[in-house]
């Protein structure tokens, strides 16, 4: 069964990075498009960022953009997600999701935890 695997979470302090790494099984990331999203305590489940299986092309939402760059490595069935000038308001579970376009991921990872807290 196909599954994606979050990894790299942790407690870092205000100011400071993280690099989340999602593993795929099954091959789910060869053709997918990928998607972290992110839930913070109290809140909605919120994009952060995508990119494309056809060409790589990367989308951000306004609260990550200039901070946050996400990639992909197919060879290695992985997607990362560089968190840089991390705050606060970062704090949440992060998922990796991917799926055949935007708004239609149909594998999910169980999460990751980041929290910022100095």
């Known amino acids: 069964q196909a599954q994606l695997k979050e990894s790299g979470g942790g407690l870092v302090q205000p100011g400071g990075s993280l690099r989340l790494s999602c593993r795929g099984s099954?091959?789910?990331?060869?053709?997918?498009?990928i998607a972290w999203f992110r839930q913070a305590p109290g809140k909605e489940r919120e994009g952060v960022s995508c990119i494309a299986s056809s060409d790589g092309s990367a989308k951000y939402a306004d609260s990550v953009k200039g901070r946050f760059i996400i990639s992909r490595d197919n060879s290695m069935n992985s997607a990362y997600l560089q968190m840089n000038n991390l705050t606060p308001e970062d704090t949440a579970i992060y998922y990796c999701a991917a799926g055949p376009g935007v708004g239609d991921y149909n594998h999910w990872g169980q999460g990751t935890q980041v929290t910022v807290s100095s």
């Open positions: 099954g091959g789910i990331l060869d053709y997918n498009d």
